[in-house]
T-cell receptor, first 113, second 112 residues
């Protein structure tokens, strides 16, 4: 079946630094990937749609200069949280669509101290 | 904004009992999906029901869809401790460029 690998699973960083999260489709090509953010005990909120070879599409209210998305190949999308602050602490999940449907990564727990 | 809204928000039942969760949505849809999320983990796809289907089964799972009421239900029969998780419905409305939108989720706790 389709597998999406997301790394790292956990990261702790200092306020003001940047953090990169990777999302890879392991056995299929994904021209489109999706990035979600989830606060504790809440649902997943779509942040942006990552398009291979073109600019990402951001949802309303999501700062594109803060959350940089790069989709340089058909199997890799990255989300970089720039100049992270404690309020960016959250659970970030990526997703890709294959013929089997939507497959999700295992998520990244970001803690900004 | 959220498309779906599950109820109840939280549900605790005894092991062996059936658990029913409901999802309501606002716009028309192509299909509706249910996902499970264990605490601090990614999502696991459970079942997809298309807009022209009314009921679907998969093992101990039964999903219904009523497009006239814009609602769906997920029934888990003979619950087990391992079913403890959060359950989300997700819809992909037409004209949303393949984006799926999640409901708020139901936190299910199976008591031993």
């Amino acid at each position: 079946g389709a597998v999406v690998s997301q790394h790292p699973s956990r990261v702790i960083c200092k306020s003001g630094t940047s953090v990169k999260i990777e999302c890879r489709s392991l056995d299929f090509q994904a021209t489109t990937m999706f990035w979600y953010r989830q606060f504790p005990k809440q649902s997943l909120m779509l942040m942006a749609t990552s398009n291979e070879g073109s600019k990402a599409t951001y949802e309303q209210g999501v700062e594109k200069d803060k959350f940089l998305i790069n989709h340089a190949s058909l199997t890799l999308s990255t989300l970089t949280v720039t100049s992270a602050h404690p309020e960016d602490s959250s659970f970030y999940i990526c997703s890709a669509q294959s013929r089997a449907g939507y497959t999700f990564g295992s998520g990244t727990r970001l803690t900004v101290v | 904004s959220q498309q779906g809204e599950e109820d109840p928000q939280a549900l605790s039942i005894q092991e062996g009992e059936n658990a029913t969760m409901n999802c309501s949505y606002k716009t028309s849809i192509n299909n509706l999906q249910w996902y499970r999320q264990n605490s601090g983990r990614g999502l696991v796809h459970l079942i997809l029901i298309r807009s022209n289907e009314r009921e679907k089964h998969s093992g101990r799972l039964r999903v219904t869809l009523d497009t006239s009421k814009k609602s769906s239900s997920l029934l888990i029969t003979a619950s087990r401790a391992a079913d403890t998780a959060s359950y989300f419905c997700a819809t992909d409305p037409p004209n949303r460029d393949d984006k799926i939108i999640f409901g708020k989720g139901t936190r299910l706790h199976i008591l031993p």
